[in-house]
């Protein structure tokens, strides 16, 4: 777990990098990040949170209806992208 110059610590969620869903003044605060930043050229999705560059652009800007989908989508993108090409899981 790293702490950036300001606020709580990235990668603080449960195992897997699923959001834990905390909230922070009434809204979803929690980033999927696990501090693992690559994108994958051939998916477009990050390795680390399996986010797409957009999303993580837009995280900080987005309500909590769309992180929540966001969030939602990664246990099937992990499904779907949890292999490498030589067939060994990542």
């Not at 800007?61 to 990542?90: M, Q």
Request: aromatic fraction near 2%.
């Amino acid at each position: 777990m790293t702490r950036g110059a300001e606020g709580p610590p990235r990668g603080a969620g449960p195992p897997g990098g699923e959001a834990s869903g905390a909230r922070i003044g009434g809204q979803y605060s929690s980033s999927p990040c696990t501090s693992v930043c690559r994108i994958d050229e051939a998916t477009g999705l990050c390795v680390g949170c399996l986010r797409t560059l957009d999303e993580i652009a837009a995280w900080s800007t987005l309500g909590d209806d769309a992180r929540r989908a966001i969030v939602a989508a990664l246990p099937d993108r992990r499904a779907t992208h949890s292999r490498d090409p030589g067939g060994g899981a990542r």
